[in-house]
């Protein structure tokens, strides 16, 4: 029986027939693929032959692509639009692929051959990409356990296995809160909201197939009703029902599974010889060690608390002179704020919102990219997993470049938040393969789709995500786009959020979504000058965020972990009036998975190097210097990970930042 995943894809750039593709299909295909890639894998190991970089490295790179196939397609329609049978074959899948991949690590024979070629890397007459290759796989094969014997390895394979089941139930748990909660708002409790929260409330219960209007616990829905509601009662059960997901007992409780993640995380790095977690993941990053990120969210820990401790006596007069004689909690913050930006910078989102019309804002996104990159976009017409997603073909003088898909609005079937994803990467070897890249999104769904000025923030930081996919230009895929250590991974996507800020680009694309007229000069001032408003706020609820991670990865596990959260938190000396940004029992970036685990430091550290990076073209007077432009692409964002990104930094900027931009970007500093 034929199976859509495994044939040859005859279709417009090869991408995904997703139109002849059903759940059905993954399951068999998946296996298939799976004993191919082990098949493939063991004949580069046994092979009789001396061990090359040709026999061995490159040889092993080519296994498994009909994994990566079925793979690409189905994390990305299970991340972006589950159901039922996605959610069970992510929960058959995780431990098959964490066994199947410690098997290949297992492997003596393929190791050796490694080991070998590493031993003798000088002699090799590589070229440095190559170099750099052979030294991250042998590097990923060390510390993924390929040198422990016996027990140790053992034991490392079964924790492996564990930790892939946890994540996975960790993240299904918290979209399963998300998704069976929801507020019904009467048209009384509509009242003193804006008409864009109003439109996307009855959205929401239109997908809910319910009549009137809900607030669900989507950040896209939860967060501008926090900011505009005047019903303190309406927002206090909101806020609670938000910050109590994965926390809330029963079967969707991630309290005693991400405790049991970070013991499995502790002994496996033990086994491996490193003091704590922390130290192992911070290894191959730019920080290096957790002293070293421990000292930067110090830094910016200080100004930003004194900042939003200011901010806080502000906002508890305003609720004084509103009648609220209490203290401010965290479900009045964003409420007062609002009301306060609204007084001092004449600033209604309200107002602005309708000139933040998302396909304005997504071509505002093309624009940068081809007055900086020459590059260009075209709708496509191609097979996708979904009616909101859209796609384009990218070229550049004529030359097809990448397949860009973005897929914008929050559904039920979404995971939380905001990514870039490549169905398929740059690569040169063994042939030329082009990027097929994936914005997902979560804005609120209304018509016409309206965006807050964070929002179209996130719509940009997404792509020069995906900027670093599109216009990688390397040899071999592993060192391809965003395969780069996760505190540079996120400079790019920051870095390109600055270029929404260029008063030329605000005129020519905030157009009012009824009038087309372009933002009043007046009204694009406020916008401007808003935008480090509340940094206090915005910057405490990160900062506690990294360092409750940091902590969490560099003790030893505590037999409560919410008491450890909340032992961190006084130890910082945290506003009461505000909230981590991920609390513990919804930090799917830590404990979904592992890419983030004692990670999350690093948009801070990208941000360190992005506040940079743009000053550089604030000193030339112009923010699309093509010179600067083309060392920008010439020295970072084609060269993926095929060198030390230290080195790919000073190449561009002639040093590595301080601490200052940032701070002064984020108005924290006189």
């Known amino acids: 029986m034929s199976n859509a995943l495994l044939e040859d894809w005859n279709t417009p750039f090869e991408i995904a027939p997703f139109d002849k593709i059903s759940d059905d299909d993954f399951s068999p ?46 994390y990305s329609i299970a991340g972006a639009d589950s159901n039922d049978a996605r959610e069970a074959l992510m929960r058959e899948f995780s431990p098959k692929l964490s066994v199947h991949s410690s098997e ?59 930790l892939a089941v946890l994540g996975t139930e960790f993240s299904q748990n918290l979209l399963k809160d998300e998704r069976s909660w929801h507020m019904k708002l009467s048209e009384s409790d509509l009242e003193g909201l804006p008409d864009f929260l109003i439109d996307a409330a009855k959205m929401a219960a239109t997908e809910k197939k319910l009549e009137g209007a809900v607030i669900t616990l989507s950040r896209s829905l939860i967060v501008p009703f926090l900011q505009f509601s005047p019903r303190r009662d309406l927002r206090e059960i909101a806020y609670k029902a938000w910050a ?28 491996l010889g490193y003091k704590d977690f922390a130290s192992f993941k911070l290894e191959t990053e730019m920080a290096k ?24 006596t502000v906002l508890a007069q305003m609720m004084y002179e509103d009648g609220l004689n209490m203290d401010i909690e965290k479900w009045d913050w964003r409420y007062f704020a609002e009301k306060r930006r609204k007084a001092e910078h004449d600033f209604d989102e309200a107002i602005v919102k ?40 990218v070229t550049r003088q004529g030359k097809h470049v990448a397949v860009f898909i973005g897929d914008y609005f929050a559904r039920g079937s979404k ?118 408003f509340d940094m206090g706020f915005q910057t405490v609820e990160y900062v506690a965020s990294a360092m409750v991670d940091l902590e ?29 940004r991920h609390a513990t029992t919804q930090f799917g970036h830590v404990f979904s998975g592992g890419s983030y685990a004692s990670g999350y430091y690093s948009y801070m550290w990208s941000e360190v190097m992005d506040a940079d990076a743009f000053a550089a073209f604030e000193e030339k007077g112009d923010a699309f210097d093509p010179e600067l432009a083309k060392s920008l692409e010439k020295n970072i964002l084609s060269m993926g990970g095929s060198q030390d990104p230290e080195a790919l930094y000073t190449a561009y900027r002639g040093r590595l930042p301080g601490v200052e931009a940032l701070l002064r970007g984020r108005g924290l500093v006189a």
């Not at 004993?35 to 970089?53: G, K, R, S």
């Not at 994803?421 to 804005?443: D, E, G, H």
């Open 289 to 312: 060690t957790p002293e070293n990120v421990r000292q930067l969210l110090n830094d910016v820990w200080r100004p930003a608390k004194a900042q939003a401790d200011k901010d806080a």
């Open 104 to 162: 290949i690590i297992a492997n003596k024979e393929l190791f050796t051959r490694i080991d070998k070629l590493w031993i003798r890397h000088d002699d090799l007459g590589l070229n440095s990409e190559q170099s750099r290759v052979l030294m991250l796989m042998h590097r990923n094969f060390v510390r993924a356990g390929a040198a422990l014997e016996g027990h140790a390895k053992d034991r490392m394979k079964a924790i492996k296995s564990r």
């Open 552 to 580: 969490y990865h560099t003790r030893e596990v505590p037999e409560d972990i919410m008491e450890r959260q909340s032992e961190v938190l006084e130890a910082m000396g945290m506003p009461n009036a505000i909230g981590m």
């Open 244 to 271: 109590a997901r994965g926390a809330n007992g029963g079967d969707t409780d991630n309290r005693n599974l991400a405790r049991e993640i970070l013991e499995l995380r502790q002994e496996m790095t033990g086994l």
């Open 354 to 393: 309708p000139f933040f019309q998302l396909d304005q804002m997504i071509n505002a996104a093309f624009e940068c990219s081809y007055r900086l990159f020459g590059l260009e976009f075209k709708l496509v017409d191609v097979p996708l997993y979904h009616a909101d997603c859209r796609a384009w073909e």
């Open 415 to 532: 995971r939380s938040g905001a990514w870039c994803s490549a169905m398929r990467s740059q690569a040169k070897l063994p042939k030329t393969q082009t990027p097929i890249v994936i914005n997902v999104c979560n804005f609120a769904k209304s018509d016409p789709a309206l965006l807050s000025y964070d929002d179209a923030r996130t719509l940009f930081h997404e792509f020069g995500h995906a900027l670093h996919q599109m216009l990688s230009d390397v040899s071999y895929e592993m060192v391809s786009g965003t395969s780069v250590p996760r505190d540079f991974v996120e400079l790019p996507s920051q870095l390109y959020e600055h270029w929404l800020k260029v008063p030329e680009i605000l005129k020519k694309f905030a157009r009012h979504v009824d009038t087309g007229r372009t933002m009043p000069p007046e009204l694009l001032d406020k916008v401007l000058g808003a935008a480090t």
């Open 29 to 74: 295909a998946f296996d298939q693929a799976l004993e191919a890639d082990m098949q493939e894998t063991l004949i580069v190991a046994n092979n009789p032959e001396q061990p090359t970089f040709t026999n061995t490295i490159e040889a092993l790179m080519q296994t498994g692509k009909d994994l990566d196939k079925v793979l690409s397609v189905f």
